[in-house]
């Protein structure tokens, strides 16, 4: 076990910190557990809390173009109020519910390239330091996994996923960013429209699947944007023929041209918007179908590297922090 030593404000001879997540991906919703290992440093120190944070990497559009920066969106406390001597070693188990809304970071096994971490902070007399990122796994929901497994069987493709930052009007979002799913049209579709975005709002009852097309421009008409919404239940998994609904789904939304509300920029893929993962790869898997690219390996080698460097790299340097969430179990 690597213990990773926290020497900023906590200064050299401080506590070393390791958090270590129980194995497997978690799905929203789902528990987060594992165990937070404490070494002591070089003399005692009184530890006044332990506390994780949930952390995603996340795009934001603005006047001078586009950032990128680490949002908090979730926060649990493990412990405090104790002390702990020089050199002991104490473990500190935790557990806590993962929120709803937390993005998908994989589907069938393999990665989609985006970011989330859980970051271990660590409260000594005053002072407070914050230890590395440790990645987090999410797979989807059975319900989200079968509307996307829908989609591959009607002929779409993964194209990429990203995180962006800011709110879609008239829906019950509660994190401060949302997921999108970018996928290359069936062939059907590729007259009609250039890529489908989809975004999952999960509750403890079920789903909004907020669906955006970017339309192509035609003879007669210019491209433009459109945006449907639709919800579903976490029991009707089992007994939904999920491919017809997601084909009524898009024959909705290809005939939809009155723009949904929202706030922040979702739907706003005019000119110089580039729409892509959090690293600015795309993941291509071809229209070959959503679950033949994913699970035929063919997420692109250098977006899995990027997420591997973020998290082996330093991940605070040179990136912008857009402000934590209050949300403190």
Known sequence: MVFKRLLGSLGVGGPSVDTVLDPGAVAPGGTVAGQVHLQGGGA???????????????????????????VVFHQHVVAGGFRLAGDERRSVPFSFVLPWETPVTELYGQDLGVVLGVRTELGVAGARDKGDLDPLAVRPLPVQEAVLEAFGQLGFGFKSADLELGRIGGTGQQLPFYQEIELIPAPRYAHQVDEIEVTFLADPAGLEVVLEADKRSGFHSEGHDALARFTVGHQ?????????????????????????AHDGHHGHHGEGHHSGPGMGTAVAAGAAGLAVGVVGGMVAAEVVDEVGDFFEGDDEGDEEEYGDEDGED
């Open 236 to 260: 009707e998994v089992e007994k939904t023929d999920w491919n017809a609904e997601v084909e009524g789904w898009l024959r909705q939304l290809v005939e939809h041209r009155a723009p949904y």
């Open 44 to 70: 005692d120190f009184a530890i006044e809390h332990i506390t994780l944070e949930l952390v995603a990497r996340v795009e934001a559009e603005h006047a001078e173009g586009e950032s990128e920066g680490l």
